[in-house]
């Protein structure tokens, strides 16, 4: 009963207008963002390579499809997730706004059977979400652009990987963006369960988003020790993996964290699902 239920949550999903508004949304960034650096690429790679000119000497293929793939992600971690809210935030709410949720809570399945079912489907979603960024930004990328070692700019000067070493990273760098995607599902799903109108989850979700990543911005330093506890640091992780050397332990410390807060909301939706009242 709880696989049939999963499945019915998805074709909920499938149905639904909204849940294409992130493919779509995603396709267009990246297809722009691909034509953009086909037709004038060189120009923005020369802003990076001017500064070592006269130390180094750049050989191969530079603007390739590794490098791009990387600056597609750079630019889509802030809307990813504001995509991800627009569906999941509706999966209890809007059962709640059009009266379903009364007929839902009376099949022969426990509540937590049908919180869960709800919370894999908007999962398997969100997967879908971050399989075909994958797909566009590191497959078409690479076929476009051809492939090659990657360049990157960071503040403590210009790191160079051999393209041996690439892949690895970027499929490390989407298991950890998927775990904050799935922070992101869980926070929308677990506000959805506290309203009963479709958009208030969605929006809120979006408004704490943003609020945290406004301070985790801001250079004070009384907000140093708020920042660790804010789950917008963690999302960020994926970058790390495209250091030498690769930092184990701040990466192993943000998985735990988002993993901990995840298991938290899941607990406090559950808890409040179980006793949604469906007779008022």
């Known amino acids: 009963m709880f696989w049939k239920s999963t499945y019915n949550e998805l074709i909920k999903i499938i149905a639904k207008p909204r849940s294409y508004i992130g493919l779509g949304a995603i396709t267009l960034i990246i297809a722009i963002i691909l034509f953009a650096m086909r037709l004038d690429g060189m120009t923005y790679l020369s802003f990076?390579?001017?500064?070592?000119?006269?130390?180094?000497?750049?050989?191969?293929?530079?603007?390739?499809?590794?490098?791009?793939?990387?600056?597609?992600?750079?630019m889509l971690i802030v809307h990813i997730p504001?995509?991800?809210?627009?569906?999941?935030?509706?999966?209890?709410?809007?059962?709640?706004?059009?009266?379903?949720i009364r007929l839902l809570l009376t099949k022969p399945i426990s509540r937590s059977g049908i919180f869960f079912s709800k919370y894999l489907a908007g999962c398997i979603y969100t997967f879908v979400i971050l399989i075909w960024i994958g797909f566009l930004a590191l497959g078409v990328s690479k076929f476009v652009f051809g492939t090659g070692d990657l360049m990157i700019l960071k503040s403590e000067g210009l790191v160079i990987m051999q393209e041996p070493d690439i892949f690895w990273r970027f499929l490390s760098a989407f298991g950890i963006a998927y775990l904050g995607l799935m922070m992101i599902a869980t926070l929308s799903i677990t506000l959805s369960c506290f309203s009963e109108n479709s958009i208030g989850p969605i929006v809120l979700t979006m408004a704490i988003i943003i609020l945290f990543t406004i301070i985790g911005a801001l250079d004070v330093s009384v907000l140093d020790n708020v920042r660790p506890f804010l789950f917008t640091t963690h999302m960020s992780?994926?970058?790390s993996f495209f250091e030498n050397p690769l930092p184990?332990?701040?990466?192993?410390?943000?998985?735990?964290?988002?993993?901990?807060?995840?298991?938290?909301?899941?607990?406090i939706a559950l808890y409040k699902f179980n006793r949604k009242d469906i007779l008022s």
């Open 82 to 100: 504001l995509l991800i809210a627009l569906v999941t935030g509706d999966l209890i709410s809007g059962e709640g706004a059009m009266g379903t």
């Open 48 to 74: 990076i390579t001017q500064l070592f000119d006269q130390s180094l000497s750049f050989q191969g293929n530079i603007l390739n499809g590794n490098l791009v793939a990387f600056i597609i992600l750079q």
């Open 248 to 267: 184990t332990e701040q990466i192993l410390r943000s998985a735990a964290s988002l993993l901990f807060q995840i298991v938290g909301l899941l607990g």
């Open 237 to 239: 992780t994926w970058n």
